[in-house]
C-alpha cells in the first residue's frame, strides 16, 4: 500500500480512520528496508519504541487538534540529542548516549511526531557535500553520481525520498539548505534564538541552529511553529514570554528584491538560466530586482573557516584529534589541526571584523524587502568534489555561508528542475526575525512554480 506522508494527506486519513499510527509507522519501517543500507540512518529507533509510539498516539486521536504533528515520522540529524539515542556525529569514537532529547526534537515530540531515527551527516557537520563519511554516503534523490549536499545528509534525503514527513538538522554555513536545494526539498534556516539550539553540538554556538527539512514551505512553518519559543536555559534565545516572533507575517504585494552584484556560477550555463528564470518569476509575484554588493556577506562566510571563530569546533569536539584520530575525515582533522592554532587575539579580532561587517550588510539591506541567491551555484558531482574537496566544498558554500554569521535568517525553495532533470533552488534571505515574511513569500514563489517537492517531481 502506498501511503503519502504528506502533512495534510496523513491527518486526514489520521481523522477520517482510513490510517493508524501504527499502520504509518509500519509503512515507514518497510520502506527503509527496503532500500537497504542506503547510509541515510546512523541509528533506528527500535521497532518496539516506534510502535509503542504509535500506539500511544492512536489513544490521543480525539486530541488531534491540539497536536499540530499528529502522527508524522520524522528524523534527526546525529549531532542533536535524542533521549536513548547515540550522539555520534559520524565518528563512533566520539559517539555518547543522550539523556536527554534536545528543545527541538522533545518540543516536535510533544506535537505528536513519531521519531523514526538518526540521520547521517558530514562528520561533525563539518562540510556541505555529504561526501565527508566514514563508511559511504547516501545518494542524491535525482542522480546518484552527484553531491546530496551537507552536513545534513541524510535528513534532506529523507525527506526528498519520502521515507519521513520532515527532518531536524543543524546549520552553521548552509547545512540546513543545501541538502534541501540538492533535493528539491524546503530547507528552513530559522533566525538564530527562534528555535532553542541545546542539545545539540555545536561548530559555532553563537549562529548554529536547527534548521527544518519539510517537502514545502507550508509544512516546514507548521514544524517551525511548532518547535520555536522561549527556552529560559539557552543562553542565546531571543524570544521572551508571551512575546513570540510573528511567523505569520505578511510580504508585501509590490516589493524589492536584493540579488547579488556578482553572481557566480563556476561556469554553468544551465544554472545561471534557472536562476534568471527564477527571477522573472518573482517579477510576475510583484517584486522589483536591485543589485546589492556582495562582497562583505562573501567576507564574513569566509570568517567561518579562514579566522579563529573555526578554533570554536575545536573546543567542541577537538579531543578527538588525540583519542581516536583514525576516525576523522581528513578534511574534518585538517580543519582541527587549524583550529588549535588561533591565539585569543585572533579570536577577539575575527568577531571585531564581523560585527562590523554586520552593521555594514544591515545598512545594504535598507530599503530592500528581501535578498536572493542561488542555493547552490551548480551541481556539483562526487567524483571532482573526491578529486577537490576543499576548493569545490567553498564553491558549494558560495551563497550559504554568510546568513549565519551576519545574524541573517534563510529559506532555501526549489525553482525548477533543469534540463538535465537536477533540481535548481534558490535562498530568501532576511534579517533577523523576519522569518514568517520569508515564509508568505516562499508560499506565493512555491505556488506560482507550481513545482512538486522532492522525488515527486519526477513522477
Known amino acids: 500500500m502506498t501511503v503519502s506522508l504528506r502533512?495534510?494527506?496523513?491527518?486526514?486519513?489520521?481523522?477520517?480512520?482510513?490510517?493508524?499510527?501504527?499502520?504509518?509507522?509500519?509503512?515507514?519501517?518497510?520502506?527503509?528496508?527496503?532500500?537497504?543500507?542506503?547510509?541515510?540512518?546512523?541509528?533506528?529507533?527500535?521497532?518496539?519504541?516506534?510502535?509503542?509510539?504509535?500506539?500511544?498516539?492512536?489513544?490521543?486521536?480525539?486530541?488531534?487538534?491540539?497536536?499540530?504533528?499528529?502522527?508524522?515520522p520524522f528524523g534527526v540529524k546525529d549531532n542533536v540529542d535524542v533521549a536513548g539515542m547515540p550522539t555520534a556525529c559520524g565518528c563512533p569514537g566520539f559517539s555518547r548516549m543522550a539523556e536527554h532529547s534536545a528543545v527541538a526534537v522533545q518540543k516536535a515530540l510533544d506535537a505528536g511526531a513519531i521519531f523514526i531515527g538518526k540521520q547521517s551527516l558530514d562528520q561533525f557537520a563539518t562540510g556541505l557535500n555529504g561526501t565527508r563519511a566514514l563508511g559511504g554516503h547516501c545518494l542524491n534523490t535525482f542522480d546518484p553520481a552527484i553531491i546530496p549536499g551537507g552536513s545534513s545528509t541524510g535528513s534532506g534525503v529523507a525527506v526528498a525520498a519520502g521515507l519521513v514527513s520532515f527532518s531536524l538538522g543543524s546549520d552553521t554555513g548552509g547545512s540546513g539548505r543545501i541538502p534541501a536545494a540538492m533535493n528539491n526539498i524546503v530547507g528552513l534556516r530559522p533566525s538564530v534564538g527562534l528555535v532553542s539550539s541545546r542539545g545539540m553540538v555545536y561548530n559555532n554556538r553563537l549562529f548554529d541552529c536547527v534548521p527544518v527539512f519539510a517537502p514545502t514551505v507550508a509544512e516546514a512553518r507548521t514544524v517551525l511553529r511548532a518547535i520555536a519559543g522561549h527556552d529560559a536555559d539557552d543562553p542565546i534565545g531571543r524570544m521572551t514570554p508571551g512575546e513570540p516572533w510573528s511567523l505569520d507575517a505578511r510580504f508585501p504585494a509590490q516589493f524589492r528584491f536584493a540579488v547579488?552584484?556578482?553572481?557566480?556560477?563556476?561556469?554553468?550555463?544551465?544554472?545561471?538560466?534557472?536562476?534568471?528564470?527564477a527571477m522573472r518569476h518573482l517579477e510576475e509575484l510583484g517584486g522589483t530586482a536591485v543589485r546589492m554588493p556582495f562582497a562583505a556577506f562573501r567576507e564574513a562566510g569566509n570568517l567561518v573557516f579562514e579566522s579563529a571563530l573555526v578554533a570554536e569546533r575545536a573546543a567542541s569536539y577537538g579531543e578527538v584529534l588525540d583519542t581516536h584520530p583514525d576516525?576523522?575525515?581528513?578534511?574534518?582533522?585538517?580543519?582541527?589541526?587549524?583550529?588549535?592554532?588561533?591565539?585569543?587575539?585572533?579570536?577577539?579580532?575575527?568577531?571585531?571584523?564581523?560585527?562590523?561587517?554586520?552593521?555594514?550588510?544591515?545598512?545594504?539591506?535598507?530599503?530592500?524587502?528581501?535578498?536572493?541567491?542561488?542555493?547552490?551555484?551548480?551541481?556539483?558531482?562526487?567524483?571532482?568534489?573526491?578529486?577537490?574537496?576543499?576548493?569545490?566544498?567553498?564553491?558549494?558554500?558560495?551563497?550559504?555561508?554568510?546568513?549565519?554569521?551576519?545574524?541573517?535568517?534563510?529559506?532555501?525553495?526549489?525553482?525548477?528542475?533543469?534540463?538535465?532533470?537536477?533540481?535548481?533552488?534558490?535562498?530568501?534571505?532576511?534579517?533577523?526575525?523576519?522569518?514568517?515574511?520569508?515564509?508568505?513569500?516562499?508560499?506565493?514563489?512555491?505556488?506560482?512554480?507550481?513545482?512538486?517537492?522532492?522525488?515527486?517531481?519526477?513522477?
Not at 579580532?349 to 544591515?362: D, E, I, K, N, T
Open 7 to 72: 502533512f495534510d494527506a496523513l491527518r486526514q486519513a489520521y481523522t477520517s480512520g482510513a490510517l493508524t499510527p501504527m499502520e504509518v509507522a509500519a509503512r515507514v519501517l518497510a520502506l527503509i528496508q527496503q532500500r537497504g543500507d542506503d547510509h541515510v540512518w546512523t541509528a533506528l529507533a527500535s521497532p518496539e519504541a516506534i510502535a509503542a509510539r504509535a500506539h500511544a498516539l492512536a489513544a490521543r486521536l480525539g486530541e488531534i487538534d491540539l497536536l499540530p504533528l499528529y502522527g508524522l
Open 260 to 277: 547579488p552584484d556578482r553572481l557566480e556560477f563556476f561556469g554553468d550555463a544551465e544554472s545561471e538560466r534557472c536562476f534568471a528564470q
Open 327 to 459: 576516525e576523522l575525515v581528513p578534511e574534518v582533522a585538517a580543519i582541527l589541526q587549524r583550529a588549535r592554532g588561533y591565539s585569543a587575539v585572533d579570536g577577539f579580532q575575527a568577531q571585531y571584523r564581523l560585527g562590523a561587517l554586520r552593521r555594514l550588510v544591515r545598512n545594504q539591506l535598507e530599503g530592500v524587502d528581501v535578498l536572493v541567491t542561488p542555493t547552490v551555484p551548480r551541481p556539483f558531482t562526487v567524483k571532482e568534489m573526491l578529486a577537490e574537496p576543499l576548493v569545490l566544498n567553498n564553491q558549494v558554500g558560495f551563497y550559504t555561508y554568510g546568513v549565519g554569521p551576519l545574524d541573517l535568517c534563510a529559506l532555501a525553495v526549489p525553482a525548477t528542475l533543469r534540463a538535465d532533470g537536477l533540481p535548481f533552488g534558490i535562498s530568501l534571505i532576511g534579517r533577523a526575525g523576519e522569518d514568517g515574511r520569508l515564509l508568505a513569500l516562499g508560499e506565493r514563489f512555491q505556488a506560482h512554480v507550481q513545482l512538486r517537492p522532492g522525488i515527486e517531481a519526477l513522477a
